[in-house]
């Protein structure tokens, strides 16, 4: 299946705002600067359809896309090293959380690692929290293109033993937007976890 449809409908500051949980949400999540934005331009063949910076933090807002008219992307603020106000990070915490405690239709988690580090402690930290939420979880390591094969291949093995011991059974899905690696296997993982 193949997405030929993807428009953006919300930014939601608080949960009055969130549209009507009637599609099945595939949520992304990730350290700021980990590459969503990209992923999701990627996937859905928009070049714009969420904003792309150099600028950790830009993602300030939960964005929702309208997919295919039948799903529903949901792009949280990222964490991590953006340079904000602890205030402002405090409401981004209390924005996602209200997001996952709102009973949504969440069918698949989708949390970005940047391939070319260690696990950090804020992803170890979400990892185990959806774990214990028994959330759908797949894990995607970006900016794939960045390593050669070797380093590769290397930091898959760590990642991987990182977040088995964390007690995810997540696979690792490397991913590109720059090449394209991995979109159609990470688009069959999101049609398949929302029923289609």
């Known amino acids: 299946m193949r997405i030929t449809e993807a428009v953006f409908e919300i930014s939601a500051a608080a949960p009055r705002q969130f549209p009507e949980p009637d599609l099945p949400e595939i949520v992304f999540v990730g350290r700021s600067n980990v590459g969503k934005s990209s992923l999701l331009n990627s996937l859905t063949g928009k070049r714009a359809l969420a904003k792309v910076s150099t600028t950790p933090g830009k993602t300030q807002l939960i964005n929702f896309f309208r997919v295919n008219g039948c799903l529903r992307f949901v792009d949280l603020p990222g964490y991590g090293y953006a ?9 981004w915490s209390r924005l996602i959380a209200n997001y996952f405690n709102a009973d949504r239709p969440i069918a698949l988690v989708l949390q970005l690692l940047d391939s070319r580090l260690p696990l950090q402690e804020s ?18 390591l ?10 590769r291949a290397h930091q ?21 937007a720059l090449k394209g690696t991995g979109k159609e296997e990470l688009l ?9």
């Open 83 to 91: 340079k904000v106000s602890a205030t402002q990070r405090e409401a």
């Open 123 to 140: 992803d170890a930290d979400n990892i185990a929290w959806f774990v214990d939420a028994q959330a759908p979880l797949q894990i995607v």
């Open 142 to 151: 970006t900016k794939i293109d960045k390593l050669g094969q070797k380093d």
């Open 156 to 176: 898959q093995r760590e990642l991987l033993g990182a977040v088995q011991a964390l007690g995810s059974g997540s696979t690792l899905l490397p991913f590109s």
């Open 188 to 196: 069959k993982t999101i049609f398949v976890a929302a029923g289609m």
